[in-house]
């Protein structure tokens, strides 16, 4: 019990100190792994990723993924100064790259490192929906979502290791079912919720940033609905899936797309792609 107490003291100590603020929602997040070195590490793991596929180049599509993506992280960088968050992109290294592969999948490192597949690319459509993905993945970025998911998978180890001590007088068999019960109730209270909240928020960021980058932000429940077409109805329960339901998705991208609109409007931009 008394190492139970340690470890549960340490922890709120490390939380105490090691929280960073979200430009966009002003909330206190996870910074458990400082970005001074996360962002090299990130950097060196695209640059690898990069050398061991296919990188398309000179292509249409190629040209389109580079272009949306300038013009994404350059409304990003135009909502945080109007914010007084001048110099907050100032170690970010944006690049972005269309990859061939078959997968429907975008992804983005911290930093600002971004990779579009190709199988991606006959549903994004047309420009407006590569901008409603690349906003969306800018926003894992600017949010820090990275780093906030490396601090939470420390702090499930470190309740891990508690669980371990507080059971260390059970019975075998005891302990591998608390054990077991921790690490499913874990996954499915605590880090799959997580993952879906940065998922939401990075939703209503990059809704945002499209529309301040001038593209329509109703063009991005135009893509959920044939991101769920494509999908065939196969995803699993929201409850049990590291991303919201499609149908949650295109509800709150539609309620959200006059906010957009409207926060664009603020930066002179009132038309759109």
Not at 71 to 88: D, F, T
Request: glycine residues 8%; positive net charge; proline residues 4%.
């Amino acid at each position: 019990m008394k190492n139970t107490k340690i470890i549960i003291g340490l922890t709120l100590s490390i939380l105490l100190f090691s929280c960073a603020t979200n430009p966009f929602t002003g909330k206190q997040t996870l910074a458990l792994v400082p970005n001074s070195q996360i962002l090299p590490m990130a950097f060196q793991q695209y640059d690898q990723f990069l050398n061991e596929n296919k990188v398309v180049t000179g292509t249409t599509e190629a040209t389109m993924v580079k272009n949306v993506g300038q013009k994404i992280s350059k409304a990003a960088e135009r909502w945080l100064n109007a914010n007084g968050y001048q110099g907050y992109l100032d170690d970010y290294r944006w690049e972005y790259n269309l990859v061939q592969d078959k997968s429907v999948n975008a992804w983005c490192m911290p930093g600002g490192k971004i990779v579009f597949y190709t199988g991606i690319m006959p549903i994004a459509k047309n420009e407006a929906g590569v901008a409603a993905i690349m906003g969306h993945e800018v926003a894992h970025a600017l949010a820090n979502h990275g780093q906030q998911r490396m601090s939470a998978a420390q702090l499930q180890q470190v309740a891990g290791a508690a669980t371990a001590v507080a059971t260390s007088n059970k019975s075998e068999e005891t302990q591998q079912i608390i054990g077991t019960a921790f690490g499913l109730g874990s996954q499915l209270g605590v880090m799959l919720p997580f993952s879906r909240s940065h998922e939401t928020e990075a939703d209503r960021i990059g809704i945002q940033l499209m529309a301040i980058a001038g593209y329509n932000p109703d063009e991005a429940a135009e893509l959920w609905k044939r991101m769920k077409a494509n999908s065939g109805g196969q995803a699993p329960p929201e409850f049990m899936s590291t991303h919201p339901s499609n149908d949650t998705r295109i509800a709150n991208l539609q309620a959200w797309a006059p906010a957009a609109k409207a926060e664009a409007k603020k930066f002179g931009v009132t038309s759109f792609k």
